[in-house]
């Protein structure tokens, strides 16, 4: 047996749990215990995680710990690492941590190093000009053409570390909608443009279409013959590649141990490599690493991603919250939200366990955010003064990237100030003794604050190419953890395979006009086509 494969409900934490009181009142929990920060904080290298603003008690906190163990957490961490098939519905490995990894012990080391050292060679000689388009022309433009997590990995990585950007712009291809296709390459020059096709199955509509409709036009400027300078794929499916016509030395592999939306630390990287440099990705991939083995080596209690998770687990399963809202205070951040829905709600939106199941319980969270002040401004209301019990992490810097000290004091002031507001909350007497005049007693009851609202603060000293690769790399690894308790496959996609289907099939009726049997919805809409 790969993973333990126990039932959370069955365990004697979440019996205790679920006779615990689900009333703490954050407030009343800092004036019991002036440690409370402290108590509540784990401290890593440059990260520093505060927990404290939640409604958990030592007890809590005791007896979630006590539900990871009871599940078995450590040997599934172990499994994981080792590189047993934890992934068994798909009969694979799960091993992204292996490819970031610099230690001779991992699995595959040389074959991965060996693709580190030709990431590297191309990326430095597309960077010198010693690689050159067809025409003898230094590349300028680099387009990223994949989906899912052959692109929202990358997109994310290349926009948070935009500051340490290479003389390369990098675009992004990944709907099959036909303006998105054309609004990127409307602007390029062919001659100086590289493609990326990247997609780990080489089969999927959206990736192969928009990688079709890039080569016509490549072809229409530059002429076909010169394909094999301008086109590079990265995939699992080197056959598919060679199809497509593409220079073998252009060619960079996947492997199957390493899912879609855990490989941005692979050669899907490759984007990443071209937009901020070699040296770069390698200290996104040391940052990961080091994160790797906080996870795997600290006791559950002083580990990041454990923490985390289990927080998670206590709002999901014992006070109902459906969502968790993620708000990093950093425009670099924007597309953070996105990359995790999917490393999130693609690895965790499943209903049946590990023993083929049906579970009875909730499971993975709805993921959701923007960035902080932005967000204040959109959808924090809700948050302060909605129904909805909404926790939230808030990620921050110590330092901002161009020393902009007056902005950034006005950031983070802002970014510790929701957390307190959402702690504290404004009081019926506070409001009143704000109000002018007597009149203001009608408003009274819209102004109050309950507050009690909890938040994680993620704190980091700077945001650099290393701590990124922590940050992505504890998201990931709290993912692992709720899966494990949750009883759940992480890393299978199953669900997103029914829609890829039926795509398939309608596309031959819009395409032929003659329109097969549906539901009247479908096909009502299906006429309003013609
Ligand atoms: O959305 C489903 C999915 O299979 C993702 O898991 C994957 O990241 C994406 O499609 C793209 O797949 P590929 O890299 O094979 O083109």
Known sequence: MTLPKINPTTTESWKLLENSSKEEDIKALF???????????????????????????????????????????KKAIQSQFDGLEINETEGRKVLHTAIRSFENSTHNYNQILEDRKKLKDFTQKVLSGELKGSTGKTFTDIVNIGIGGSDLGPVMVVEALKFYKSSLNVHFISNVDGDHVNEVIKTLNPETTLFIVVSKTFTTQETLSNANTVKKWFSKKVGSENIKNHFAAVSTNLSAIE?????????????????GRFSLWSTVGLSICLAIGYENFENLLKGAHKMDNHFKNEPFEKNIPVVLALLSIWYNNFHGSETHAVVPYSEYLKYLPSYLQQAIMESNGKSVDRNGKKVSYQTGNIIWGSTGTNS??????????????????????????????????????????????????????????????SSDEKITPFKIFNGNKPTNTILINKLTPESIGKLISMYEHKIFVEGIIWNIFSYDQWGVELGKKMAKSLLHEIESGSIKEHDSSTKSILKKLK
């Open 31 to 73: 004036e019991s215990n002036f440690k409370r920060a402290e108590d509540f904080s784990i401290s890593f290298q440059d990260f520093h995680l505060d927990f404290s603003k939640n409604m958990i008690s030592k007890n809590v906190m005791g007896l979630l710990l006590n539900l990871a163990e009871e599940c078995h957490l």
């Open 376 to 437: 204040q401004h959109a959808f924090f209301q809700l948050i302060h003064q909605g129904t909805k019990l909404i926790p939230c992490d808030f990620i921050g810097f110590k330092k901002s990237l161009f020393q902009n000290e007056d902005h950034h004091n006005k950031l983070l002031s802002n970014f510790i100030g929701q957390t307190e507001a959402l702690l504290n909350g404004k009081s019926r007497e506070e409001v009143i003794n704000e109000s002018k005049n």
């Open 243 to 259: 199809d497509f016509g593409i220079n073998p030395e252009f060619v960079f592999p996947m492997y199957d141990y390493v899912g």
